[in-house]
């Protein structure tokens, strides 16, 4: 769990990464809110399209070797994004980052679920708290980095850390209990297990929350630096703030979903968020920031606990659930930040960030007619009447 935790960390520090090369790129290139927003977009949607598509695979085979490979072509998409001339190969750069990200997910959430025993909301909640670090970790490296560089080029040294995490996944994937190949689920069964509606509400809230997520790190920066003035590296540490709390909200959110239930836990988080974000754009600089914060903390613990609930939804898909609910609905929630964008250049960046606070309202309706989900639901193996 320490070993999957950690490569979570490493490859979604390259995420956050992309969130601060968003005001740095526009500067640099002279581009629109939405062209530079579009980097967040790509990544996102990169990172997550294809993620069901590996989930379904990986539910049938032992693709254990898509952990270290995901963590070295994370890192090695930043390390073109860092180097590249212009925005198209910036763009490119992004793409094959998160194509890494999205191999990486699927098949290190299966294993983390197994690993997991009946405490599934705690254990995932160890395991996402690695991406969420790593999310706020990317924004904190990647200031300094391209204050001392002067350029965006200082984002290429973040390469180190996944090339040498990935070697030694290589080596770690090899201890993990063997599998026999051909022995999963077919694929045509992982998807008709996606169209219950059980998982459709589920994959909506998760989209909901996936908005607000991706869409508040992303605008944070910009609206802290041309709305407020600040300089990058101010607001790249409050951008941290926000993203770190996700991470403790995420080691949070687990234990109190396996004591008060997934959905009551699902349905507070989420009714809590538009007064903190409007307290954000509306009250003045440490009382906003300390509600941002809280903000960050809400929308993020209950990251692991939507992916226990998949699995414990489709038992038998784990990877499908993971690739769903990782993947694919966050990356349709990141779709919106294009859009976002085009809205922050039409009516400016505080009307958005006041939208962008109020959505979780849609959120709270989605989930309020999901079923729980309980442990004893998640696969457990076959008893069989054996005579002393």
Do not use: C
Request: no cysteine; net charge positive; hydrophobic share 55%.
């Amino acid at each position: 769990m320490l070993s999957l935790s950690g490569g979570h960390l490493v490859t979604d520090v390259n995420q956050g990464v992309v969130i601060l090369l968003v005001p740095v790129v526009k500067a640099s290139l002279g581009l629109s809110i939405g062209a530079a927003a579009l980097l967040v977009t790509v990544s996102t949607v990169a990172s997550s399209v294809v993620q069901p598509l590996f989930g379904a695979i990986t539910d049938r085979y032992d693709l254990r070797w898509l952990i270290p490979a995901g963590v070295f072509l994370a890192g090695a998409g930043i390390l073109v994004a860092a180097l590249a001339p212009g925005y198209s190969i910036v763009l490119l750069g992004v793409l094959l980052s998160g194509l890494g990200v999205a191999a990486f997910h699927p098949e290190a959430a299966r294993w983390a679920g197994e690993a997991s025993g009946r405490l599934r909301a705690t254990g995932m909640s160890w395991f996402s708290v690695g991406g969420n670090a790593g999310f706020a970790l990317g924004v904190l490296v990647t200031a300094p980095l391209v204050g001392w560089a002067g350029s965006r080029a200082g984002a290429a040294w973040l390469m180190l850390p996944p090339a040498l995490y990935a070697a030694y996944l290589l080596w770690e994937v090899t201890r993990f209990p063997a599998r026999e190949a051909g022995r999963g689920q077919p694929v045509w069964s992982a998807v008709r297990a996606t169209l219950s509606p059980s998982i459709g509400l589920l994959v909506g809230f998760i989209v909901v929350r996936s908005v607000v997520s991706v869409g508040m790190a992303t605008f944070t920066p910009l609206y802290l630096q041309l709305v407020r003035g600040m300089p990058l590296s101010e607001a790249g540490a409050i951008t941290f703030a926000f993203l770190l709390a996700g991470a403790v909200g995420t080691l949070a959110g687990g234990p109190v979903a396996d004591i008060f239930g997934r959905k009551v836990m699902l349905t507070v988080s989420l009714a809590l968020m538009p007064p903190l974000g409007l307290a954000f754009v509306y009250l003045p600089n440490l009382a906003g920031y300390a509600a941002l914060v809280v903000m960050g903390a809400l929308v993020v613990s209950t990251f692991g606990v939507t992916v226990v609930m998949a699995q414990e939804l489709m038992p038998k898909h784990a990877g499908t659930a993971s690739g769903i609910t990782i993947g694919f609905s966050i990356g349709v929630g990141g779709v919106a930040v294009a859009l976002l964008g085009r809205l922050a250049d039409l009516v400016g960046l505080t009307t958005t960030l006041v939208f962008l606070a109020l959505i979780p309202i849609a959120g709270v309706l989605l989930v309020l007619p999901l079923r729980e989900t309980k442990p004893a639901q998640a696969a457990q193996p076959a008893r069989t009447n054996v005579q002393p």
